[in-house]
């Protein structure tokens, strides 16, 4: 891979989340805290559904996920993280071609041995330009950094790619407990507060049921999420709910609301290994 730009930095510090150091390590600290009195689970998490809206939005949601990984800190080592293209078309899945993701609290490596490896499929190609703004995957690192001692990235846009694609690389990508899979989305996108509730109901229960076929009015990461949905089918992995609001619930008004929910996902009783 060309690496001559090593570094993708920050592109919504200040305006998604707080653009210092210390604030930001004191808003995701306290957005943790807060979390870790909801849900626990009977066992520990392979795989989340986190929202990616502006900290003040959507971060509660996303919290109650990564408050999850506390007794993971020291075994997860690697997290692969998709969410959707929002500004650069794609086809199929775009690794960012780069050394590291920046964020106020430091440089996260990108995997390059993985990187190598899922190139070879041919649903996956490299783009800066797709990654450069992309708020998707980056608002999802200063939690990362916060709830993980050590660990590497492979992060990947998703644009126009089937269920089986996403899934593919997924399943090459697996490997054990030290391997973490995020998912970003955000649910419907500006209903009413009502009408919102009760479509993002059933968005919800379609992804408890793993329906994979979420459309980008249900959830704007639908299409990595159908593809999660479906690998998660194959390695019997099973969701929980931990939190679903809108943004009229946390921080806007209800005349259009932006829906969010997080999930983690973990492996049935009798398929742990």
């Known amino acids: 891979m060309d690496m001559t730009q090593e570094t993708r930095p ?11 150091r210390e604030e930001l390590a004191a808003d995701v600290q306290a957005l943790l805290v807060a979390a870790r009195t909801r ?3 009977p066992q520990a998490p392979k795989a989340l559904i986190v929202p990616h809206a502006g900290y003040i939005y959507s971060g509660p949601i996303a919290a109650s996920a990564y408050a999850q990984l506390d007794p993971l800190r020291q075994i997860i080592r690697r997290v692969v993280l998709l969410g959707p293209v929002h500004r650069v078309p794609v086809r199929g899945l775009a690794l960012p071609g780069v050394e590291t993701f920046e964020t106020p609290l430091g440089a996260v490596p990108i995997d390059h041995a993985a990187a190598e490896q899922i190139l070879t499929l041919r649903q ?22 916060q709830v993980l001692e050590k660990f590497t990235l492979l992060p990947l846009a998703v644009g126009d ?3 089986e694609e996403v ?13 973490l899979i995020v998912v970003s989305s955000d649910l419907s996108h500006y209903l009413p507060y009502e009408q919102a509730r009760r479509v ?7 992804i408890q049921s793993l329906h994979t076929a979420l459309t980008h009015e249900q959830a704007c990461g639908g299409t990595p999420i159908n ?34 929910a997080a999930f983690a996902f973990s492996e049935e009783t009798g398929h742990v290994h």
Not at 10 to 20: D, K
Not at 167 to 179: F, H, S, Y
Not at 200 to 205: E, H, Q
Not at 247 to 259: I, L
Request: charged residues 20%.
């Open 10 to 20: 920050a592109a919504v510090a200040g305006l998604f989340y707080p653009g210092t």
């Open 227 to 260: 593809g999660l949905l479906l690998a998660a089918r194959r390695h019997h992995l099973i969701p929980t709910l931990l939190d679903r609001r809108n943004s009229g619930d946390t921080a806007g008004d209800r005349d259009r609301v932006v829906g969010y």
């Open 200 to 206: 993002d109901a059933d968005t919800c229960a379609d």
């Open 167 to 179: 899934a593919e690389v997924l399943d090459v990508l697996w490997g054990g407990p030290e391997t």
């Open 161 to 163: 790619a089937s269920a």
């Open 124 to 145: 996956v190609t490299t783009s800066r330009l797709a990654h450069a703004q992309e708020h998707s995957l980056e608002v999802q690192l200063p939690f990362l950094q």
């Open 39 to 41: 849900t626990t689970l």
